[in-house]
């Protein structure tokens, strides 16, 4: 397991070295794509590599000329880093820029400034009522694809976009295994190891994760973990686009809690529902793209709620209480949030929030509340 | 000598507010009437007006409600119902009232609205449908939502105005037939769109008095007679005032007299964003002493600029191309690159010395790359341009001090330029 962890910890330590890596050992293009719904799988078909853009590794400096300071952690850092040339091995990127307005920001910003050779903007429309959403989304599938031929010089077959889908596919259940196995083995992974696992898979050529987590789900099966005392099982939720600092996961582990799965976008989320390959492949990555759940409040999802959604996950897995990780100026999350508040109050559910930001954070006022939090569920 | 500027107030401005209360009143007193009550966000409140629905407008109600001075109380009450203070703040005013009057919580009257018995959502920003949702969620207001993709590049116009027609046509109209338990009535789309057509040919004659140096009038008094080209959509009370209202420019336009005392302005200025509805006062009061007069804006500019492409005989058809038609679609549905277009135009047209982007902290809509904009004009006009930061209603968000020395330093730069 050790061997695993180690290769998974050297990618995502520093992705930009990780990638350049790739792309010099593949002789292929790398295209980043912005978290959460641009589906790779068209970008893997045109034998490109699609990597998940990240929130980077270092204070925001250039990108300030920018963007404003109440833009979310993602967006400031991505813009720092696009403008500072630390994304230069880039040879494209596709932005969804319905997502939620800051991604609006993005086309014009990086066309000026980075003019990377490839650049495409996606619509991708909230799911709501009316065939003409579901023609709108195809067409703007289809649209995706053409530009990538343009670019590429090549068609995309439907056999190969298949082929593509499939071992995303596979990811996902190979995902979904070394979730399931830590649920039944709460502690064999750390939370930060398992977040880190789940970033790996949006960095690297899916085949090589593939393998990489064969072996790792044949080593966590193949491993007993012992009993660490009653530990009190907690459900994080949310960090929508983005992965949070692992210091943060290793204090509420620290503080007596235990993380048996999550619902957040570097986790859970990421590899939630698989696309059908029954027709056509264009089809089945916008019906995975409609699928309601996991509910996500930038897809404009109401007849369920996502306080439900989370308490069913917590009591699923026998948890006591619910984290609530909400990014710093993320529309999308704030403004569900005190729905999800008043949720978790009308069920008697335990519930915590905590802010988390880009740069300024002060962990010593997180690892209070988590600590208060950890005392009120019985975790101490 | 210092000259000392003063505003020189328009008379026809005065008449603005007793149509907007009325429209207000008209709607808080509804459902005592049994009329059916909307609620709209994006350009989706037409369709409630041409089936006889009173409809209130998002953008319009928190306009008002800042105009009123109800703004702070009503975010009160919002932030008390757990809404953070970094969401948008028209998000938040909605949300507050619908809890003041939920749980009794006594606000100003004339903030206070009926629950609608349909909400059209049009999502021109996401957060319009994150506000419907939480509506939706905490009042269980029935909600009919629709995508209106803001677009980023031209050549995606037409299949977006086919995406926006076919959501009109399919869900819109079908659904408000349902709710009014009627076919729906094109004769008075038609008829509402003919208003519009006559009150933006008339208000596109007042924007030329703008083009006067000095100016005959400001953004300030256009920004307060909006409501006719907007959500007054179709009363005919707005040809009135326009016609007034040209009248009245026409005159000082005669009689020589600018928009501020003494001799007119010394600055000619751009304002990007929304307009600080909840704070016009406050800012006309640093323009004004340093000579400063704000003509014209993107979002003012946003309604209808081109009145000739109305096309009545066919009004769902060109309800849609008003917003993605190719020649006539809204500045802020090709954004951000569409802005820059728009303000190059505004440079030339109204001999503009520089530009004020507002930003505004709790809404992004029009903050899209607006350093980006300030720089890509800058180096085309040699236009200066500065970012204010603040809100349209919550004065948390409002620093004086920062603005002040902003709108400072633009003067002084425009100062530079000129020696």
Known sequence: MERVLSKITEVTSDPYAYVTGLKERTGKKVIGCFPMYVPEEIVHAADLIPVVIWRGNESVTWG????????????RSFVDDAVRGKLNFMDGMVFHVRQCLQVGEFPLIIERNVKPAYQKVLYLPPIYEGEAVRSFLL?????????????????????SL??????????????????????????????????????????????????????LIKDMEGK?????????KVIPVGCLCQTLQFDILDMIEDLGMIITDDDLYVGSRYFANKANLNGSPIEALADRYLTKTPLCPTKGVWDIHWGDEAIKKMRDNNAKGIISIRVKYCPPHTCYYPDFKSKMVEEGVPEVMIEMEHEIMSLEGIKTRLQSFAETIGGV | MDVKYKVNRLQTTNEIRPLVDKHWADLRTAKERGELVAWASGPTFIFAYAMGMKCHFMAGYSAYCGGIGAGEE??????????LPETCSYHRLHMGMGEAVARGIPINPQAILPMPDLMVAGRLCPEMSHYAEGLHRRFGVRVLPIDLPAVANIEDMPRVREFVYRQFKEVVIPTIEEVCGKPFDYDRMSEILSVLKKVATLRNQCWEFFKDKPSRWTLWDYGVSIAPVFYLMGNPAGITYYEKLLKELQERREKGIPAIAPDGEKYRLYWDGWLPWAFLGKFMRKFTPHGAVVLCGRYPWEFFPHPELIDPEHPVESWADLYYGMESHLVYTFSPKGTIDLIGKLIDD???????MF????CRVMNLAQPEVIDVLDKKYGIPGVIIEGDMIDSAMISDAQIETRLQALYEMIDSRRR
């Not at chain 1, 300030?64 to 967006?75: E, K, L, N, R, S």
């Not at chain 1, 067409?139 to 056999?159: A, N, V």
């Not at chain 1, 007993?224 to 009190?232: D, F, I, N, W």
Request: proline residues 3%; contains cysteine.
């Open chain 1, 64 to 75: 300030h000329a920018h963007v404003p300071p109440y833009d979310c952690g993602i967006t």
């Open chain 1, 139 to 159: 067409d703007d599938l289809e649209s995706f694809k053409t530009s990538l031929e343009d670019f590429t010089g090549k068609k995309i077959s439907d056999d």
């Open chain 1, 162 to 215: 298949k082929k593509s889908i499939e071992i995303y596919n596979e990811n996902r259940s190979l995902l979904e295994r070394v979730y399931e196995i830590r649920r039944e083995k709460p502690g064999i992974l750390r939370a930060r190891e398992v977040m880190q696992t789940v970033w790996s898979s949006m960095l690297m050529l899916k085949e090589d994760h593939n393998e990489l987590l064969k072996e």
């Open chain 1, 224 to 232: 007993t973990v012992e009993s660490k005392g009653e530990r009190v």
């Open chain 2, 74 to 83: 009503v975010l009160k009450v919002a932030e008390m119902a757990g809404d």
């Open chain 2, 350 to 356: 109204y001999s503009l010395d520089g530009l004020i």
């Open chain 2, 359 to 362: 930003s505004s902290k709790t």
